[in-house]
C-alpha cells in the first residue's frame, strides 16, 4: 500500500508539472493546479503519513527500534525545514518562478524513494512465525 501511494503520488506532481508546463492562461489551470494539489495532500495524509510513521516503529528489531525511530525523526523534521525553505522559492514569481513546475522536482524526488523502498522496504504481511525473519533483515 506503501508504494503503491508513493506511485499515485508521483502521478499527482506529474499531472502537476505538465499543468505547469502548457502555455494557457494562469485562470485555467488554476482549479486543475488545485486539485492536483488536494490529491497529493489527500494522499499524503491517507497512506503516506500514517504508513511511513508505523513501518519505522514496526520493521526494526527490538534492539534498534528506538534508535531507528529517532533516526527517522530526525530525517522526518530535516526534509520538513529544507522543503519548507524550498517551497517559497521555486513558486515565487520573483525569485525561481517555477510556479507549478515545481510538481517536476517532486516527481524525480517520488521516483527516486519508489525506487529505493521497492527494493529496501521489508515485506511485513508475513505470519508470527516469520516475524524473526524481519528483525534478521535489518531493514
Do not use: H
Not at 80 to 89: H, K, T
Request: aromatic share 10%.
Amino acid at each position: 500500500m506503501y508504494i503503491g501511494a508513493l506511485g499515485l503520488q508521483a502521478v499527482w506532481m506529474l499531472t502537476l508539472g505538465i499543468m505547469g508546463s502548457v502555455p494557457v492562461s494562469e485562470e485555467t489551470t488554476a482549479i486543475g493546479i488545485a486539485v492536483m494539489l488536494l490529491l497529493a495532500n489527500f494522499t499524503f495524509k491517507i497512506a503516506l503519513g500514517p504508513i511511513g510513521f508505523t513501518i519505522v516503529g514496526e520493521v526494526p528489531s527490538g534492539r534498534v527500534r528506538a534508535q531507528t525511530i529517532v533516526l527517522g525523526r530526525i530525517c522526518y523534521v530535516a526534509g520538513g525545514l529544507a522543503v519548507d525553505q524550498l517551497i517559497p522559492r521555486m513558486i515565487n514569481p520573483t525569485a525561481w518562478n517555477l510556479k507549478a513546475k515545481t510538481g517536476y522536482f517532486f516527481l524525480g524526488c517520488d521516483v527516486l524513494l519508489f525506487v529505493y523502498q521497492y527494493f529496501r522496504l521489508a515485506e511485513t504481511r508475513v505470519s508470527e512465525k516469520d516475524s524473526a525473519k524481519i528483525s534478521e533483515s535489518g531493514s
